[in-house]
C-alpha cells in the first residue's frame, strides 16, 4: 500500500527532544493531517474486520509481529542515520500492508495467537523496508516497498509456503456491504485529499476495458480459486476481478502511493492506466487464482520500474505545453509508442488464447510440489507402434530363445463396483471420462492388492509397482514396521462404493484442485508371528481417498498420494 513519505514539515512535528549520551535526538511525532494516519485507519478497520465476520486466514499475532517488524526497522534507521526519534508511520504502515495481503498456508481463521511462518512474514517487511532506502532514484525510493516484498515472496516460495489473501472474502450480505463502504469512501476519500483520484480511477476503468478486450474473444478463458465451486470463465470472471474487494485494495491503496508515481496529474493518469493493461497482460497465461493476483501485484513492480520514463516523456502535457507543441516534441517516439500500444492490446486476447487452450497446470500435491506428467497427443497406438508390433510378432523366434517361465503373479481382484463420476470432476478435467474413471477404479483397487501382497512377503521391490511418491513412503513404511516387529499382516478388501472426487487443496490454498478416487468398503487384517501362526485378526470398515498417477511405461495409474481429510471442492 502507500508508504507516503510527504515533506516532514507537512506531515510531522517536532515536538521535543531527547538527550542520549550527550546528543540531541529531535522527537518526531505525526500531524493529524499525515495521510499515512488515514489509510492505517482504513486498513486496520479492514483487519478487524477480518478477524471478525470477513474470516481472514490470519493470526493477530501474525499481524502484531508485521507492525513491529516494520516499526523496528524505520526506527532503527531513523536513529541511527537521521539521528531522530519519529513516529513509525511508514513502517507500520508497509506492516500492516503486508499481513493485509501475505497469507501462510495452514494458517486458518480463528488461530489468534498462531505464529506459523511467521519467518515469511518477518521476512516479506524487512525485504520491503530495504527497498525504500536501498533502491533509489533522485532521492526516492523506486517500488512500493510492501508492493516489491510481497511480488518476491510470491514468485520466490511458491503456493507451498506463500498466497496472495483471497480475491473474494465471503458470501455478499451486510458485512461485505460495509467493508465495501469502507473500503470504496475511505479510499477515494484519501485519493482525493493526495490528488491521486485521476489515477484511480484510470486505473479501474483501463482495467475493466482491457480486462473485457481480453476475455471478449476466448469465454473459455477460466480461473479456479479455492472459494468458488466451479471455474470461473468469461463474463463472470470479469465480475469476479473487477469488483473483487482485494483487487480494490490494490487499486485504492497500493497504486496510488504518493512517492512511487508520477508528479503531473496527466502523468498519474497515464500511470493508472498502463498499470492496468500489464495486469491484464501478466494475467492472460494463469489459471490459478494465486498466479492471478500475483500477475496484478507485479504490474506494479513493472510500472515502478519505468515511472521516472513516463513522467519525463509526459511532463510537456504537465507543464500546459498545447497538445501540437507536445506531440512535436515526442517526434518519432510518438508513432512508435502508439505502434507497441496496439500491439500489447493485440496481445490480450492472444496470451489468454493461448492459457485457454494450452496445457492446464496439473494437480500439485498437499505438500505443494508437482508430479511429473508427460503429455500424450491422441489416443490408442500410432501407426508405426502397430507396424513395427505386428512385424516383430511374425517373425521367427532368435535363434537359441527358450521358453520363458509363466511365473508372473496373477492378482485375484475383489468385485470392484462401478465407479461414481460427478459432473465436476468432468468439468475440471474434460480428459477423464467414465471408461477413464473406470480404469482408474480398476488400477487402484490392483494398486491396493500388490500392497497387501508386499505387505505379507515384505517385498519393498514389489511395493513399488503399485504406489510412488508420498505413497510409496506410506506402504513401505508399514512394511518396514512388520519387519521389525518380527510379523506379516495379510490384508484383503471388499468394496462398496468408489467415487471420483475434486478436492481443495490442503488447507484450501490457491494451488490447483486435486482429483482423488475414493474408495468405501471394509479390509481384514491377519497378524501373523514369525512362525506363521495367527496372532489376530480384525475387520474394519475402509475410506481412503487416494491420489493417482498416470505411469505411461506400465500404461496404468499408480497410488501417489493420500487425500484422505481434504476438503471437497
Not at 474470516?55 to 542515520?81: H, Y
Request: aromatic share 8%.
Amino acid at each position: 500500500m502507500s508508504s507516503t513519505d510527504a515533506p516532514t514539515s507537512d506531515v510531522t512535528v517536532a515536538q521535543a527532544s531527547v538527550r542520549i549520551r550527550g546528543r540531541e535526538y529531535p522527537v518526531i511525532l505525526p500531524s493529524i493531517r499525515d495521510p499515512r494516519l488515514h489509510v492505517a485507519a482504513v486498513l486496520l478497520t479492514l483487519q478487524v474486520l477480518g478477524q471478525t465476520v470477513l474470516d481472514f486466514r490470519l493470526s493477530v499475532a501474525q499481524i502484531l509481529v508485521c507492525l513491529a517488524a516494520g516499526a523496528l526497522i524505520e526506527l532503527g534507521v531513523a536513529f541511527f542515520k537521521d539521528k531522530v526519534i519519529l513516529w513509525p508511520a511508514s513502517g507500520l504502515l508497509t506492516g500492516n500492508s503486508a499481513a493485509f495481503i501475505l497469507r501462510v498456508p495452514g494458517t486458518l481463521h480463528g488461530d489468534w495467537w498462531s505464529l506459523h511462518g511467521i519467518w515469511i512474514f518477518v521476512g516479506v517487511v524487512a525485504v520491503s523496508m530495504a527497498s525504500k532506502y536501498l533502491i533509489r532514484w533522485r532521492g526516492r525510493h523506486v517500488f512500493n516497498p510492501s508492493n516489491l516484498g510481497l511480488v518476491l515472496a510470491f514468485v520466490a516460495l511458491g503456493p507451498q509456503y506463500t498466497e496472495p489473501q483471497d480475491l473474494w472474502w465471503i458470501p455478499l450480505g451486510p458485512w461485505m456491504y460495509i467493508t465495501y463502504a469502507i473500503l470504496i469512501g475511505g479510499g477515494l476519500l484519501i485519493g482525493w485529499e493526495l490528488k491521486l483520484l485521476g489515477l484511480e480511477i484510470g486505473f479501474m476503468a483501463a482495467f475493466a476495458v482491457s480486462l473485457a478486450v481480453a476475455l471478449g474473444p476466448v469465454p473459455d478463458h477460466c480461473m479456479v480459486a479455492s472459494w468458488h465451486a466451479t471455474p470461473m470463465c468469461g463474463q463472470t470472471l470479469w465480475q469476479v476481478l473487477v469488483t473483487s474487494p482485494e483487487v480494490l485494495i490494490f487499486a485504492l491503496f497500493m497504486v496510488p502511493d504518493p512517492r512511487t508515481v508520477p508528479d503531473g496529474q496527466v502523468a498519474r493518469f497515464a500511470f493508472g492506466v498502463i498499470v492496468a493493461v500489464l495486469s491484464v497482460l501478466l494475467l492472460g497465461p494463469t489459471t490459478l487464482e494465486f498466479w492471478t493476483k500475483t500477475a496484478i501485484l507485479g504490474s506494479l513492480v513493472i510500472a515502478c520500474a519505468g515511472r521516472f520514463a513516463l513522467a519525463r516523456a509526459l511532463a510537456p502535457l504537465d507543464a500546459g505545453v498545447g497538445l501540437g507543441a507536445a506531440l512535436r516534441r515526442f517526434g518519432w517516439r510518438l508513432p512508435a509508442t502508439v505502434a507497441l500500444a496496439t500491439m500489447l492490446a493485440w496481445l490480450l486476447p492472444l496470451a489468454s488464447d493461448l492459457s485457454t487452450h494450452g496445457p492446464l497446470p496439473a494437480a500439485a500435491l498437499t505438500d505443494g510440489t508437482w508430479p511429473t506428467i508427460t503429455l500424450t497427443v491422441g489416443s490408442g497406438n500410432d501407426p508405426g507402434r502397430w507396424v513395427v508390433g505386428a512385424a516383430g510378432g511374425a517373425l521367427p523366434a532368435p535363434t537359441g530363445s527358450q521358453p520363458v517361465s509363466a511365473s508372473a503373479p496373477v492378482w485375484v481382484l475383489p468385485a470392484i463396483p462401478s465407479v461414481v463420476l460427478p459432473q465436476n470432476v468432468s468439468d475440471f478435467d474434460s480428459t477423464i471420462t467414465p471408461q477413464v474413471a473406470a480404469r482408474m477404479a480398476h488400477d487402484a483397487v490392483l494398486d491396493l492388492i500388490i500392497e497387501s501382497e508386499a505387505r505379507r512377503t515384505h517385498d519393498l521391490k514389489l511395493a513399488a509397482a503399485g504406489a510412488e511418491g508420498d505413497g510409496l513412503t506410506e506402504f513401505t513404511d508399514v512394511i518396514k514396521q512388520d519387519m521389525a516387529a518380527a510379523r506379516s499382516v495379510q490384508k484383503t478388501y471388499t468394496f462398496s462404493s468408489i467415487t471420483l472426487t475434486l478436492y481443495l487443496p490442503k488447507f484450501a490454498t490457491q494451488a490447483a484442485r486435486l482429483v482423488g478416487i475414493d474408495l468405501h468398503g471394509s479390509s481384514t487384517l491377519i497378524i501373523r508371528n514369525s512362525a506363521g501362526a495367527v496372532i489376530s485378526q480384525s475387520t474394519s470398515a475402509y475410506d481412503k481417498s487416494w491420489g493417482l498417477d498416470r505411469n505411461d511405461s506400465q500404461q496404468s495409474w499408480l497410488i501417489f498420494v493420500d487425500y484422505t481429510g481434504l476438503t471437497p471442492a
